[in-house]
């Protein structure tokens, strides 16, 4: 009984497409004497010749050129059988790129969500892009960077003048990439704890008139930052942008100048300054899961459980209200 084996088959499918041995050993990157050795092997196990020879040409037999569709066929078959493998072996050891800043690493909502993730999927594996949001932003525009955990809001990025893919910024992303928001976090202001600011609860508007407030730069994008500067300046306060203008730095710069200062409300004050609401002030960061343009499967997947993982959260929450 004849049972087929791939190797010869594939030879002699090579043989009958390029009508050469030495053309076919090369397509299959294998040496002339190999290929011609399989088929003859093949030959002998059907017991009849698949091909006439001359000393300038090699030609289909009449029994070559009726078992070679079906040849071609079963070879196609196996192909995809092959490739269907490879697909269900490497969905479980696949891997994808996560940016998550390094000042987010203190952030519970990502590590509770990272630490369920590895839980539930233990091998599928990822690494951590550490670099700061402003760089992240544009990679995952360009299908270099799969997925992110950004602190920040979402906006429109397009426009005259605006090109969605080239951000620059730390804290504005395009309002086209799907996301997931883990946590909204309203914005507040930084008071020195000797001001008679720190005395309210919530500070009146008219209460700010002639203060001086540190501003985050103009970095974190005109979306988050033109409100705020024209929310202050129409409560009468001065605006002081520092030099160095990220987050953290203007708090530093207000607590070391004793004055006010735009608080994200993510992490905690400095020491010499208390966090209080403003009245009318209505400005917030989300902390979310953003999905890239081109994210792969791995990075998908990371996506929707995500979005379940937060969903039953949420859920979780309603049920304790209630």
Known sequence: MFHPELRLLRSFAAIAAEGSVTRAAERLSLTQPTVSGQ?????QDIGFPLFHRTTRSIELSAHGARLLPVVEKLLAQADLLRDEVGALQTEGRTHFR???????????????LLDAFATAYPNIEYSIDNRLQSAQIPDLMNQRLDVSVLLGINAPCQGPGVDATTIHNETQYSNSLQRVVLRRQAMNLLVPV????????????EALRGERIAMLNHEHGSALTDPIEAFFEACGAERVIPREGNALAVERYAERNGICAVGIGWFPAPTGLVA???EGMDFHLDFAVVLGVGANRAARQFFAFAEKWQAAREARLTAVAA
Do not use: F, T
């Open 39 to 43: 088929l003859k092997e093949l030959e």
């Open 194 to 205: 000797q001001s008679p600011l720190a005395n309210y609860a919530l500070i009146p508007r």
């Open 276 to 278: 209080l609401p403003v």
């Open 98 to 112: 996560l940016g998550a800043a390094m000042y987010s690493m203190d952030i519970a909502d990502r590590v509770d």
